[in-house]
């Protein structure tokens, strides 16, 4: 029960940090997806992208991408 604890008290203190990391990650996945030629690798990074917009509505964090 300790190690969770300890688990949830690094996220909390560390959170903006593995957002951007996982930001980070995404964008070079995507970057690498594009200068590929081809269409199969697309689909998987569309899905990551997908999970991730998902998570960040049900969060409520703004989207300024939306019209």
Known sequence: MEGLKNFAQFVVQHWGDITM?????VALAE?????TPTQS????????GSVIRKILDFLKVP?????
């Open 21 to 25: 990391a996982i930001l980070a990650l």
């Open 31 to 35: 970057a690498i997806v594009r200068i």
């Open 41 to 48: 690798d697309d689909g998987a990074v569309e899905r990551i």
């Open 63 to 67: 989207n300024n991408t939306k019209q």
